[in-house]
């Protein structure tokens, strides 16, 4: 079979994928088992009573009832946002109201569900570029003092809302569209300009973030990875955007200043972000997986050598099932950035082999899906 191109040289990636559809219904969790057949399956798959009670156990399992219950009468998680330790340039595990609304949206949670209209009314207010103190939220003491900082700390804070609603599926809803072709304006103007090259500058003895740079993030890519009319307008924009995350990202220890303060990089992009080795290992299978599904959303995989890298080797630990079967798997793999925490692991059980191996086989399985690759269902 051929492979994606990279250069001169083909990477071994297949175009067809056995999808182990009964062993998933047999050893999955609830969320994965009506994920495959929500997002792989073909409709005729699976009887409409079939559906609605893999979906009637997916909004009654431990996972989902938890989150629901830790939510707020104002659509928050713990009043927090981003779920971020800005400080110290890391991404809390459980996230904050951004990931916890789309933890939602990945267990398949039905968008007639109380819990995303409460949080989208936060998320509209935050695009709506409404300036109340209490849209601050975890930053409202240390904002109320620091214009800057409020300024910067509420645009991050709109990019993680666009991705959410359009990873929610309002992806063609007129505040959403308008947000998101702001923020796409921005990284363009950004991604055209000299700062491309320099984003940085040093000021005594930090390297910083130029004042006037505008890069991509985590959020803003995954946005427009939900956004495919965005994309269709914007073809030009999203190639851009792909070179410059395809260079290799800096190794420089930067900062961000945003007003008075100075934060480390947590969501920002400065080129490609995921790190593989020769033989595609990574560290953070969580995020690779995420990653490797926003590529394709984009279209841009084939310009993605590590990305590649990293699939072709986790399709050769797949056995002959399309089951994911690694040496020596002793717990779920996690993710050390937390980046993709909010859409892995869907299995909150990792005691038995199969509980260990199941969203990583659906992902493999959903990532064939979205390539457009032949389906073997077994």
């Not at 399956?41 to 009670?53: I, K, T």
């Not at 893999?54 to 989150?67: G, H, T």
């Not at 990875?225 to 070179?243: D, I, K, T, W, Y």
């Not at 080795?277 to 599904?293: K, M, N, Q, S, V």
Request: hydrophobic share 45%; aromatic share 8%.
């Amino acid at each position: 079979m051929p492979g994606f191109l990279v250069g001169e040289a083909a990477l071994d990636l297949p175009l067809s994928h056995n999808v182990p559809v009964s062993w998933l219904r047999d050893h999955a969790s609830p969320a994965v088992k009506w994920r495959t057949v929500k997002d792989i399956l073909p409709v005729e798959g699976a009887s409409a009573a079939d559906r609605d009670a893999l979906l009637a156990e997916v909004r009654a399992s431990k996972a989902v009832m938890q989150i629901v219950r830790r939510q707020k009468a104002n659509g928050t998680w713990g009043d927090n946002i981003l779920g971020a330790d800005l400080g110290r340039g890391r991404i809390l595990p459980e996230g904050g109201t951004i990931s916890q609304y789309r933890r939602l949206v990945e267990f398949g949670v039905a968008h007639d569900e109380r819990a995303y209209r409460l949080t989208e009314r936060a998320f509209f207010r935050l695009l709506s570029r409404d300036e109340a103190p209490e849209l601050l939220f975890e930053f409202k003491s240390v904002g109320k003092a620091d214009p800057g900082l409020a300024a910067w700390v509420r645009a991050l804070m709109r990019e993680g809302a666009a991705a959410a609603l359009a990873h929610g599926g309002l992806m063609d809803d007129p505040r959403v569209r308008g947000a998101a072709h702001r923020i796409a304006s921005d990284i363009s103007q950004f991604l055209r300009s000299e700062l491309t090259d320099k984003p940085f500058v040093r000021r005594g003895n930090r390297t910083l973030l130029h004042p006037e740079a505008y890069p991509p993030s985590v959020f803003s890519v995954s946005m427009i990875a939900f956004m495919p009319s965005l994309q269709r307008e914007r073809a030009g924009f999203v190639e851009r955007l792909a070179a410059f995350l395809a260079k290799p990202a800096t190794k420089r220890n930067v900062a961000i200043q945003a007003g008075r303060r100075f934060y480390r990089p947590t969501y920002e992009l400065f080129g490609d972000p995921l790190q593989v080795d020769a033989a595609g290992r990574t560290d953070d299978i969580p995020f690779a997986l995420h990653w490797i599904e926003i590529l394709i959303r984009l279209g841009v995989l084939h310009t993605f050598e590590s990305a590649q890298r990293a699939l072709a080797r986790l399709l050769k630990e797949c056995d002959e099932r399309g089951v994911w079967n690694p040496k020596a798997l002793r717990t779920v793999p996690r993710s050390s950035s937390n980046l993709a925490n909010f859409a892995f692991p869907l299995e909150p059980d990792g005691k038995t082999p199969e509980r260990r191996q199941a969203d990583v086989t659906f992902r493999l399985a959903l990532i064939a899906k979205l390539a457009g690759w032949s389906l073997n269902y077994t």
